[in-house]
């Protein structure tokens, strides 16, 4: 349960501190939330290593407090596949928001103040693509959006 908190305390402390209000393109913002991948810290991730994701939200209510659900997909076991979700933490919101998401995991071992993703389940190597969607307290959900290519989450 740490572990959660602190993926979620990541992703509420970016939220927060990305948060902005634009009044000046309403028409860009729709009730159904809007998720764009941004970047990712490497593509190539050793054991221990950090999976980073940055992504980037917009909503027209700002009701961004259910939960963002994170899918992992490999090429060659499949028994690596998973998806998991996560409550979003409650922050300020306001109508009409943009702000950044800033999602952490660290690659098949503990380390204190992250979320550990397991590590590849057949003990090789993995081309992986994650998947982001999100769901509003007004029940709303995102389209799905992925990284721009996979990522080597290595054993």
């Known amino acids: 349960m740490t572990g959660q908190r602190s993926i979620l305390f990541s992703i509420a402390a970016v939220a927060i501190l990305s948060l902005v209000a634009v009044a000046c393109s309403k028409d860009k913002y729709t009730t159904k939330p809007q998720l764009k991948f941004l970047s990712t810290a490497n593509y190539t991730v050793p054991r221990g290593?950090?999976?980073?994701?940055?992504?980037?939200?917009?909503?027209?209510?700002?009701?961004?407090?259910?939960?963002?659900?994170?899918?992992?997909?490999?090429?060659?076991?499949?028994?690596?596949n998973r998806t998991l979700a996560y409550a979003v933490p409650v922050f300020p919101t306001a109508n009409n928001i943009k702000g950044e998401f800033e999602i952490?995991?660290?690659?098949?071992?503990?380390?204190?103040g992250y979320v550990a993703l397991p590590g590849p389940?057949?003990?090789?190597?993995?081309?992986?693509?994650?998947?982001?969607?999100?769901?509003?307290?007004?029940?709303?959900?995102?389209?799905?959006?992925?990284?721009d290519k996979p990522l080597i989450i290595l054993n």
């Not at 992504?55 to 690596?80: P, Y």
């Not at 952490?104 to 204190?112: E, R, W, Y």
């Not at 389940?121 to 990284?147: L, Q, R």
């Open 49 to 80: 290593g950090l999976i980073s994701f940055q992504i980037e939200f917009t909503d027209k209510e700002g009701d961004l407090t259910d939960t963002i659900f994170i899918q992992s997909i490999t090429t060659r076991c499949a028994q690596s």
């Open 104 to 112: 952490n995991f660290v690659n098949g071992q503990f380390v204190p």
């Open 121 to 147: 389940a057949c003990g090789i190597p993995d081309t992986t693509m994650f998947y982001f969607w999100i769901k509003d307290e007004a029940k709303n959900v995102s389209d799905t959006i992925h990284t």
